[in-house]
């Protein structure tokens, strides 16, 4: 699976904004599409991910409330859409596919990753 993310930019707090993640290369049944991200300095941390099959969406705490992610299957495209940003959000955010397993916040189940995008919230 080849995964292009896209959407990142400068936001002010409170603001919002849209991820998506364009998959191509196979069917994705049977897959999740998780997004991740990486603030400066730290480690990859888990934020939302997506049953593709189910519609069966996961959130971190994080950005619990405040995150929705869906799937469009025409396009192959799975949006994340943030509201009420922080600046503890600003990060690189990636998105990963891997095929279902037991742990959906673990990186580890992930094998596909496509290229970050920046989200930079200003206050």
């Known amino acids: 699976v080849q995964l292009q993310a896209s959407g990142g930019g400068l936001v002010q707090v409170g603001g919002s904004l849209r991820l998506s993640c364009a998959a191509s290369?196979?069917?994705?049944?049977?897959?999740?599409i998780g997004w991740f991200r990486q603030p400066p300095g730290k480690e990859r941390e888990f934020v939302s991910a997506?049953?593709?099959?189910?519609?069966?969406?996961w959130y971190g705490d994080p950005v619990k409330g405040r995150a929705t992610i869906s799937r469009d299957i025409a396009k192959n495209t799975v949006y994340l859409q943030m509201i009420r940003l922080k600046p503890e959000d600003t990060a690189v955010y990636y998105c990963?596919?891997?095929?279902?397993?037991?742990?959906?916040?673990?990186?580890?189940?992930?094998?596909?990753w496509g290229q970050g995008t920046q989200v930079t919230v200003s206050s």
């Open positions: 997506i049953s593709w099959s189910f519609d069966s969406p």
């Open positions: 990963a596919a891997g095929m279902q397993g037991d742990s959906i916040v673990d990186l580890r189940m992930y094998n596909s």
């Open positions: 290369g196979r069917t994705l049944n049977g897959y999740v």
